[in-house]
């Protein structure tokens, strides 16, 4: 890909024809102030250019961000796939992944409610592998056929394009609430992972059941999962709602600063295996991807790890220009039934002509594949390459060129798996596909008190947005199958009688579905606040400082401005950012160093004092040595949190003169790796 990269730092400007350019500030005149030439040809070629630079966005995850990397197995799958860049322990294949919001437009928010788009191309040895999941395990719909109808539904309402970036509104509902195979999926959009604390802390899900074939021709079904290395964790709404404004690009930001600064995402590929004789095993048909084999019946096998270690340099030419297609499999991987996945393997091949304008997008360097192309696929807008000689088969012309790769197959040719297939011409749904609500009890079932509350705020404010009184009622009729409480608190919400319980709800849980459980370890790359005034002792700042960065997290001075603080005891103290730039929300702690001078001047200072009990109210760890309670006081933290002995519970941390600043850090650190804490006194969140 290098030699397609552009290097201009040495050159003179030129026009697109490589002609040098004396003057690209004044277009040529007639006269000093007369009209302008048709003759100038730069002038004119410039114009031209910007006015064809946008190119239509994505009709679904059209907001992204993308970065290079790696993927490395642990060991070999070669008992079940011929996939070579599965066959090798440590073989290293290179990938670009692109990380997307779905109904939002390319300008919109990154911290959305919203499912994330999480897809993989692998540019391996025998070809690219696009492995284009989410990072929930299901979807909102059984069949591709209603892909119009329910983008339609979600995006923006025709009539005056809004909401931006949101499903709270009525059409959305109006299609689940009458489509009640997405009650599952609903169940993970209303949850924590529609707002992830960053792209490096969701999980990955290749969705589909798909199939590994060995050379052999033996088919295995398997689900694809990415675990990341930094745990699962979210943002709360709140949080979520003021930082898509203080900081639209949270997400791509957090992805872009983290591989910068050498701190590389990581994810391990985990597999779940089914073999061909297990197809009917279970209480669901493993086509339906509304449905997740639960990991306490199939356990995920970790087999590798993706590593994100190169930025893109240009954002249109790679992350826009990337175009993804379930159908791009590899010798060793394809496909099953499911009316889902089989719809999306006509769909992306065809967005991509009309979004990328023509049939030799594959040509562009991001999505050109490091194995050899040979075809007889010519011309089209867009040609990059010159072919000589014969552009049929067969040929004896070109010397038999290029030529079969053999029926018999042999290593790195794609045979697609032999599957028998028999049945009449029909347009229906199968029986095994009808049950829409037993995993989605199994989902609720399944979480945390805390999570729970979330779900239930968060069909709250969704439904509460919707105008319609018959829609919110038919879908809170619908959670009724999911759970009598889940439809009673949301019914209570908007206003509506409790509907009537439904007998027979499954009670069953799968604890690996909580994120409560799926917290990674450490503090690597989370943000650490230090609030600092004119006044603020330097010393302690610096031994908490150097602690926390050597645990990995960031730590950053804020203060009221920019520059060099004048410290109250040895030493200046440098602010990092200046206060009124920042909030809360863009970190994930805030410690209050002591010292008279500064916390009163911080404590008259309304951005300061909403920074900390924003992050109070958001669940974060909140420290503070010695006068630096005053601070926490002023943001009207309860007493009993500030001064009472519960507060580490609560993971308020108090540095009294006892307590060295490196016994404090230590103790924000293990509050951090907590992420979060929902239950607080004087709050919920
Ligand atoms: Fe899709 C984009 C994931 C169902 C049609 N989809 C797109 C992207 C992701 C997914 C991650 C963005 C790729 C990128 O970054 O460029 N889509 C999914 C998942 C699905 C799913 C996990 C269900 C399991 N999609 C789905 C269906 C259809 C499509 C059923 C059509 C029948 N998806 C598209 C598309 C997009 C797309 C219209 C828009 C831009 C693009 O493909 O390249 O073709």
Not at 44 to 63: G, L, M, Q, S
Not at 112 to 134: I, S
Not at 290 to 302: D, M, S, Y
Not at 360 to 369: A, E, G, K, T
Request: charged share 25%.
């Amino acid at each position: 890909m290098a030699r397609f990269r552009a290097a201009p730092e040495h050159d003179a400007l030129t026009t697109d024809q490589g002609v040098r350019v004396d003057d690209t500030d004044n277009a040529l005149h007639a006269g000093e102030r007369g009209p302008t030439l048709l003759e100038d040809f730069h002038n004119r070629e410039k114009i031209t250019h910007f006015d064809h630079e946008r190119i239509p966005e994505r009709v679904v995850h059209a907001r992204g961000a993308g970065a290079y990397g790696y993927f490395e197995p642990y060991l070999s799958l070669s008992e079940f796939t011929c996939a070579d860049f599965l066959a090798e322990e440590g073989r290293r294949t290179p990938v670009f992944v692109r990380f997307s919001t779905v109904q939002g437009p390319r300008g919109s928010a990154d911290t959305v409610r919203d499912v994330r788009g999480f897809a993989t191309k692998f540019y391996t040895r025998e070809g690219n592998y696009d492995l284009v999941g989410n990072n929930m395990p299901v979807f909102f719909i059984q069949d591709a056929i209603k892909f119009p109808d329910f983008v339609h539904a979600v995006k923006m309402e025709p009539q005056n394009e809004m909401p931006t970036g949101a499903s709270a509104h009525d059409t959305f509902w109006d299609f689940c609430s009458l489509q009640p195979e997405s009650t599952h999926m609903l169940m993970w959009l209303m949850s924590d992972r529609a707002i992830p604390r960053s792209f490096r802390m969701m999980q990955g899900f290749g969705v589909h059941t798909f199939r590994f074939v060995t050379a052999d021709g033996r088919g295995t079904f398997v689900k694809f999962h990415w675990k990341p290395r930094l745990g699962v964790h979210s943002l709360v709404w709140d949080e979520a709602q003021i930082a898509a404004g203080r900081d639209p690009d949270f997400n791509r930001r957090d992805l872009w600063e983290s591989i910068e600064a050498g701190s590389y995402p990581e994810w391990e590929l985990g597999v779940q295996l089914v073999p061909e004789e297990d197809e009917f095993a279970f209480d669901f048909d493993l086509l339906d991807a509304t449905k997740i084999i639960p990991e306490e019946q199939v356990p995920v096998r970790p087999v590798g790890r993706l590593v994100l270690n190169r930025n893109p340099q240009n954002f249109f030419a790679e992350t826009e220009q990337v175009a993804f297609h379930t159908a791009n499999v590899v010798p060793g991987i394809d496909f099953t039934n499911d009316p889902l996945l089989q719809g999306r393997n006509f769909s992306y091949l065809d967005t991509q002509l009309i979004r990328l304008g023509g049939p030799n997008f594959s040509q562009l360097p991001v999505n050109r594949p490091l194995a050899d192309v040979h075809h007889n696929h010519r011309d089209g807008f867009g040609q990059q390459v010159i072919h000589p000689g014969t552009n049929y088969f067969p040929n004896s012309l070109g010397g038999g060129c290029p030529a079969h790769a053999g029926s018999g197959g042999g290593p790195g040719v794609f045979r697609h798996y032999a599957q028998r297939v028999d049945g009449e011409k029909i347009r229906v749904r199968s029986a095994s596909f009808q049950d829409h609500y037993s995993q989605a009890a199994l989902f609720w079932n399944s979480m945390s008190d805390w999570e729970r509350r979330h779900i239930v705020e968060a069909f709250r404010f969704e439904l509460g947005k919707v105008t319609s009184a018959t829609v919110r009622e038919r879908m809170t009729g619908n959670l009724a199958h999911v759970n009598a409480e889940l439809a009673a608190a949301v019914a209570e919400g908007l206003g509506l009688p409790a509907p009537a319980p439904v007998e027979g709800v499954p009670s069953a849980a799968s604890p690996a579905l909580s994120q409560g459980n799926l917290t990674g370890e450490g503090i690597d790359t989370r943000k650490v606040a230090v609030l600092a005034a004119d006044g603020t002792d330097a010393g302690p700042v610096a031994a908490v400082r150097d602690r926390l960065t050597g645990r990995g997290a960031i730590v950053e001075v804020l203060a009221p401005r920019d520059g060099t603080l004048h410290g109250a005891g040895e030493g200046l103290l440098d602010a990092d950012r200046a206060l009124p730039t920042m909030a809360s929300v863009l970190y994930d702690a805030v410690l209050v160093p002591g010292s008279a001078e500064a916390v009163a001047t911080l404590s008259a200072d309304p951005a300061a004092v909403r920074f900390v009990e924003e992050a109070y109210r958001h669940g974060k760890p909140v420290a503070a040595i010695g006068e630096g309670t005053r601070l926490l006081t002023a943001a009207r933290l309860p007493e009993e949190v500030v001064l009472g002995p519960s507060a580490p519970d609560h993971g308020v941390l108090i540095a009294d003169g006892s307590a060295s600043a490196e016994e404090l850090a230590d103790a924000l650190a293990d509050a951090l790796a907590r992420h979060r804490f929902p239950y607080r006194p004087g709050l919920l969140n």
